[in-house]
Structures are given as C-alpha cells and as structure tokens.
C-alpha cells in the first residue's frame, strides 16, 4: 500500500513538472445541472422547474416523474418516488402539460396504477444531464437509462433476473388509446390530455419499440388491467408489455410521436438511427456542446461556470420545436390554431411577456439563425389564427398581459434578422394593437379604452390596468420603430409614436409613482405603494414604475431628475420586504420578494429585472455595477433551490447569461445593450458570422465589482452601453475592474444608453 502511495505522489510531481493534463477538461454541457430549480412547491418557487431531458429546442422533452398524473409538479427534488418517465411539453407548471404519455419499468407483478407502480429512489443513485438521464429503481431493481433526439428518445433498462419483468405504458387519462402489436414487439397509441391551447382533433401520437419479443401482453382502461386484449380506447388507456430476463440484461424500446399522425411518428423514429445507445448518448453529447459552446468561458471559479452553464441550458430550450420534418425532408407542422397540418416552421411554449426582455434578444445576439426560424412560425401562426401569441402553449393561452409580440418581432428585424416575410408581420403587428382575440392573452385587452383615453381605465372591469398601459405604451414604441425601420410613413406609424408616451398617463407627481386612475382621470385614492396586483400584474408600484424601456430619460424627467430618480431607485432596496405582504391573499412571488432580505426588490419575477441597469440613466453606474453582482452571487446557483423565483422559459436564466457577460438588453428594438458588470475573466462569443467577441476583465474577482475603465477594440470607452452592430463585429472589449466604484466614468449625460424623450429633442 505504501509504495503504491509513492508510485502516485511521484506520478503526480512528475505530470507537473512535464505539463501532463492531470484532469480532463470539461466542456460546457459537463457543468449543466438540470436539476436546478427543482426543490420548488405551489408556496414558494426556486425555478419551478423539472429535469428537461432534451435537444436544444427540441419538439419532445422526457422527465421523471414525481408527481401524479396531471400535477404540474411533475418532478420535486424532495419527492422520494418515482412513478413513470413522462414525454413532455410542460412549458412551467402553472400552464401545466399537453401530448403528455409515461413509460416505467416494474417487477414484482403486473400493476398499472401509478401510485401501484411507483418506486423509491435517491439522488445519489440519480445521473441528470442534458441529453441523457438514469436512476436505479430500488423497488424493482431496475435501472432505468434514457438519451433523446428532437422528436425521440431511447430508453435502456437494465433489469433483475426475473421470470416476469414488465414495462408501463401509460397513456394517460381524458382521452387516449393504446395497441399492442405482438408479431412487430411495438405499442402505438395516442394521448389527447391537455391543459388547454389545442383544436378539438389535438392528438399526440406515439409508437415504442422493443428489441425483445414480448412473453406477456395486456391492457388497461381506466385502470382495470384486462389481459385478454391488445387494444384499449378511452378515458385512460394504457399497456403492459412483459419478459423474462436475466440478471443484468437490457432491454430497449425505441419511442417516437407526433402531433401529425401516426405514420409521422415512424417517420420521426428513424431519429434514432441503428439505436445504439452509446453512440446516442455521445452524439447528444456533441449537440449540447456545440450550442453551449457559442460562448466560451474561461475562468476557474468552477461554481459561476456552473451556474451560467446551467443557465444557458435553460435558455436554449423554450421556444420549442413544433413543426416535424416529412418524408421527402420538408419542414411541416400540425397547427394548433386550426387543426391543420401546413408546411412550414412552427414554435410554441414561450410566453412572451416573460421572454421579450432577455431570452429573445439572447437568441438575436447568439442563435440569430433559430428566430430567423421562430419568426417564420410566427408568421404562420398569424395566418393560422388571424393573431400573433402572447402566451402559446401549443396555441393560444389566456395567460399574461401585455402585446409583446411587438418587441419579438421588432427586435429581431432591428438587429439585423432578414428572409421572412416581414410585411405580414407588420400587418399582424398593426392588427394586434387594435383589436383582442375573446378567451386569450392575444391582441390588447381594452384596447378600445387605451386609444380613446391613452390609459387603461381602473374602473370598466379590467384589471392590472396600470401594468397594461406601461406596455402598451412600449409595445407601441415597438410598433413604430418597426415601421421606421420599414420605411412607412408617418400618416401610418405617426399614431404609434404618440401612443408611445403614453406611461405619462399614469404617472402620479404627488407619489412620484405610477398610479391606477379612473375613466375620469382620478388617481387611486386608496393607494399604497407596496399594495400587490389590483391595477399591477404580479407585482406593485414599486415594480413596476420603472417599466419605461423606451424613455428611462423621460421617467426621470417626470420624476423631478436624476438625483430624485436614484432616491427612488435605491428606496426599493431600502423599503422592509414584509411590507404589502397583507394586501392581498398570498401568491408565490410575494413570498419569494419577502424572503430574499432585498427590501421590495423582486428579482422573482421580471418587470423590475432590468431596474438595476436604469442606474446607468441617471449618472450612477457604480450602483448598478454593485447590484447586478450582488443579484447574481445572492439569487442564483447551480442548486437545486438555485433560483429565486420562477425561471420561466429561459427569461431569468437569460438574464443571468447577459448580466454576466457585462451587459443587458434594457430596451428589446433598440440596438443598445447597457453595461453592467462582467462575471468573469475571460469569455468569448462565436458569432454565426464566423467572428469571435472576446470580453476580458482579467483581474476580475468577487472582490472587485466595478469597471474602472474599459476599452474596445483597443480604444478608451466611456459610453454605458454597447451596440449590437459592435459585438457582432466581433473584436475586443476590455475592462479594469475595481474594489471602489469609479464615480466619474460613464456619468456624463452623453454617455446615457438611448431614450425616446432625447430622440424626439
């Protein structure tokens, strides 16, 4: 024992002095952990996420299954069983699920019953990446293995031996069927439970193959198990397919679907190729570095790597895929607008209230090539449905508020995304502003009252009528940068240009805040600054006053100027965090605001994400510099807690992704990305120009917050701000990072990233 403890002492010396790489270097998907965000409840999220076995975008997500058929929890992190491994499309819990079907592993006897079936297991019998998933089943002595492509997955079960070894095919309830073929060792089926957004003739088909002859068939319905049958159609349908094994054998079934049909789900199944396991697990492997490797990371603080890399994971998931590709190569979708199935691109499961601040201009910075995609799917949803959604999942939800569909699709042509067809576009754009689809989030809530009056009244029976008129009024600052951009005229965009001060409408002087008013033009008399919801969304007064995007300038200006402006700005982090907790019945994000010690800063939820860069507006960067640090140090980790709030499709992670880099996208549709503070040492963007953006703040520290100076591409820079046609040019930015805030730099007024108000000068 002793020489062998020599032999590796000398071996380790010797690899150092001669430059041997002791450890292998990780690459980016090596550091995602994607089970951060799942130690969330219905009381209190941490990211109210679930482990998303997944491509990039992918059509179908695959996850364990915690939770009972049809809880949007489907997956805890203090769960202690697991009932099934669920194909999902679960965007986040409180939109819960659609084209949902399990499949689970049993031994011990044929049972179907979820809570019959249901295993314990443990996170340290538990491997959770990307692109591949497994965890020993410890009531079965099972093994389950799983890796995915876009549109299927495999699934490799190492199972006891046993006489009678079974695996579940759950269908679940509100609709499905089920088919056993016997003579081709496959399961066809359907699943049609949904959570709403979906035509009446919605099916998710489904087929799953074996590599092992069956020994035992049956089927479920409604859960009577009738082993006398190969077939079953109804409320809840399921089958149960069986072997003898041997000790440690494996058996795999190849599963696919889709939302077209049942020979389009054969068609995706061919995904998987000859169903070599390993090879799927390394090619998956290979496609998760080659998107998260766009930005490359070098640093040696192994928990911010972590973090990010995570982060960026659950950036590029959402928007997902929903189109499939047929026969003869050609991109086709079934429309869940109208039952259809078209040609063409399709995406759903992103809710763009959340999405437009950060995630979307990630995808215009990093992955221009997917929105070139994502906006031919719009384009088709318009035609399809006659508007653009707000919250799709697959269609048209009723969730949110806001028309931000404008910023998505503004943002995207003004940093330079080109070849669809931008003239529907701006048709859908023009009519969305104007009209509302009844039962959905799509179009604008009293849109009628907002033209006629410039606000959203208090009193005609709409609420959050003040959150709604902030963003109408920058979704039409959207509008009408879109159709400058165009080329149209004034007599055309001239009313969108007006509409876009209308955040004045419900500026109160005497509380320096925004405020509820009446049709008559009287403000709330009742208000409390901290009071959550009534004429706010998800939020209060304290959120959402800075929710001017387009004209931080003119907010100052109202507010009495840049000192009385900083005073409100740092009387949000001052003011107790109990306070208005009493105001209304108790939803999540007010407890996840109390929580964090950060006064009535809500990281949790996105209207007051982008608050901290506004110190850069008025003067006083450093505060911003000091705060974005502290968010990301105190609010996120690569945990399963690791969030503050709900992730909510890629939007916070994004925010993490930016913020880290050194800069945030404040105002979608403008060019400009506000600095903030760089995370790391070192990180470079591989453009799909084929440019490199290299961001080095080589004494960069958690000690040393502040930008002393920068420069870029080798010159001295002053300015709060960078642009896009600067980073996608590539080159160099470099930052001098300090202890103590630099108080000159980037405080003159020409240095402020833009305003509408200075535009308009």
Known sequence: MKRHSIYRKLFFISAIFCGLPLFAKFSPVDYVNPL???????????????PAIAMPWGMNFWTPQTGDMGDGWTYTYTADKIKGFKQTHQPSPWMNDYGQFSIMPVTGGVVFDQNQRASWFSHKAEVAKPYYYSVYLADHDVTTEMTVTDRAALFRFTFPEEANSYVVVDAFDRGSAVKIIPEENKIIGYSTRNSGGVPENFKNYFVIVFDKPFKFTAVALDNAIKTNQNEARGNHAGAIVGFSTRQGEQVHARVASSFISPEQAELNLKELGDGNFDRMVKLGKKRWNQVLSRIEIDDTRIDDLRTFYSCLYRSVLFPRTFYEIDAVGRAVH???????????????????????????PLLNLVYPSMNHKMQEGLVNAYRESGFLPEWASPGHRDCMIGNNSASIVADAYVKGIRGYDIEKLWEALKHGANAHLEGTASGRVAFEAYNRLGYVPSNIGVGQSVARTLEYAYNDWCIYTLGKRLGKPDSEIGIYKQRSLNYRQVYNPQERLMVGRDDQGHFNPQFQATDWSGDFCEGNSWHWSFCVFHDPQGLIDLMGGASVFNHMMDSVFVMPSYLGMESRDMIHEMREMQVMNMGQYAHGNQPIQHMVYLYNYSGQPWKAQSRIREIMHKLYAATPDGYCGDEDNGQTSAWYIFSALGFYPVCPGTDQYVLGTPLFQKALLHLENGKTLTIEAPDNSAETPYIRSM???GKGYDHNYLTHETLSQGGRVQFVMDSKPNRKRGT???????SFSLENE
């Open 36 to 50: 951060v965000g799942t130690q969330s409840k219905y009381e209190l999220s941490t990211g109210n996420t679930y």
């Open 334 to 360: 079934y429309s869940p607008y109208n039952g259809q199935v078209l040609p063409g691109y399709m995406f759903t499961d992103t809710g763009f209230w959340d999405t437009f601040r950060s995630l979307f």
């Open 711 to 713: 420069k870029v591409n």
């Open 748 to 754: 003159n007024p020409a240095d402020a990233p833009y």
